[in-house]
C-alpha cells in the first residue's frame, strides 16, 4: 500500500528559485492537506483542499500556493523561495474532512533547505 | 502563538517510570487527536477523543479529554525506550482544519 507519496524527499534552493513538492495518495480520500514542521513549533497548517476544484488557507499560507485538479494529487508550489521557508513539509490525506474523528495519514516529509 | 500548548517540551525519564504530558487550550475543540512521529517519518495516529470527559486506554497509554473539551492528556505507566518520540496533540478547529501542538520530545532512559 502506498498511502501518501512525497516528493522529492530533500531538495536544496537559492533564494529566489520556484519548485513544486508533489504529493500523491491512493486512498481516495477527499481531504487533503499541507503542513510545515520547525523545530519548537510542531506541525502548522499551509493549504487544504476538501475535494477536487476547492482549495482554503490555513494558519501559515503566505509564499504558497495550492491546486486540487485531481483527487489523488495534491501540489505545493513555492513561487519565490525564502530562507524562512527551509522546513520539513508534510502532505496529509484524511476520508473525513469535517470533524476530524478519523485518521489523518502523512507523507514521510520533504526537507527543504533555501540558501 | 500556538492554538494548543504541550508541556513539557522536552521530558527524559528512566525506564519504568510514569509520565503525563498535557496538552491546553483555551479554545474549545470539536474532536482531539494524539499522534507520534518517528524520526524522519510522519506522524501516525494514536487515539481520537471527541465527548468531553472521554478516557481511553491503548495498552499503558492512557488518554483524557477535558470536560470543556479544551485540554487533553496523556499518560504512559512503566515507560519503556520503545516510547521514547514525538508525541503531537491535534484540535478539530472550525471547519476543516487540525492544528497541532508543538510537540513533546520524550526520551526513555534504558
Known amino acids: 500500500n502506498a498511502g501518501v507519496t512525497q516528493t522529492p524527499k530533500f531538495q536544496v534552493l537559492k533564494t529566489g528559485q520556484s519548485m513544486t513538492l508533489q504529493c500523491a495518495q491512493d486512498?481516495?480520500?477527499?481531504?487533503m492537506s499541507w503542513y510545515r514542521q520547525d523545530p519548537g513549533m510542531g506541525l502548522r497548517l499551509i493549504h487544504y483542499?476538501?475535494?477536487?476544484?476547492?482549495?482554503d488557507q490555513g494558519e501559515v499560507p503566505n509564499g504558497y500556493n495550492v491546486s486540487r485538479s485531481t483527487t489523488e494529487d495534491f501540489p505545493l508550489r513555492l513561487l519565490s523561495a525564502a530562507p524562512s521557508q527551509t522546513s520539513v513539509y508534510f502532505c496529509?490525506?484524511?476520508?473525513?474532512?469535517?470533524?476530524?474523528?478519523?485518521?489523518?495519514?502523512f507523507g514521510e516529509g520533504s526537507r527543504l533547505t533555501v540558501l | 502563538t500556538q492554538l494548543l500548548e504541550q508541556s513539557p517540551q522536552f521530558l527524559s525519564i528512566q525506564e519504568g517510570e510514569n509520565l503525563t504530558v498535557y496538552c491546553n487550550s483555551s479554545?474549545?475543540?470539536?474532536?482531539l487527536q494524539w499522534y507520534r512521529q518517528e524520526p524522519g517519518e510522519g506522524p501516525v495516529l494514536l487515539v481520537t477523543?471527541?465527548?468531553?470527559?472521554e478516557v481511553k486506554k491503548l495498552k499503558r497509554l492512557t488518554f483524557q479529554f477535558g470536560d470543556a473539551r479544551k485540554d487533553s492528556s496523556l499518560h504512559i505507566t512503566a515507560a519503556q525506550p520503545g516510547d521514547t518520540g514525538l508525541y503531537l496533540c491535534?484540535?478539530?478547529?472550525?471547519?476543516?482544519?487540525?492544528?497541532f501542538g508543538q510537540g513533546t520530545r520524550l526520551t526513555i532512559n534504558p
Open positions: 491535534a484540535g478539530g478547529w472550525g471547519a476543516q482544519k487540525l492544528v
Open positions: 496529509a490525506s484524511s476520508y473525513d474532512p469535517g470533524q476530524f474523528t478519523g485518521e489523518l495519514f
Open positions: 479554545s474549545v475543540f470539536s474532536s
Open positions: 477523543v471527541v465527548t468531553g470527559g
Open positions: 483542499s476538501v475535494g477536487a476544484g476547492i482549495t
Open positions: 486512498m481516495n480520500h477527499e481531504y
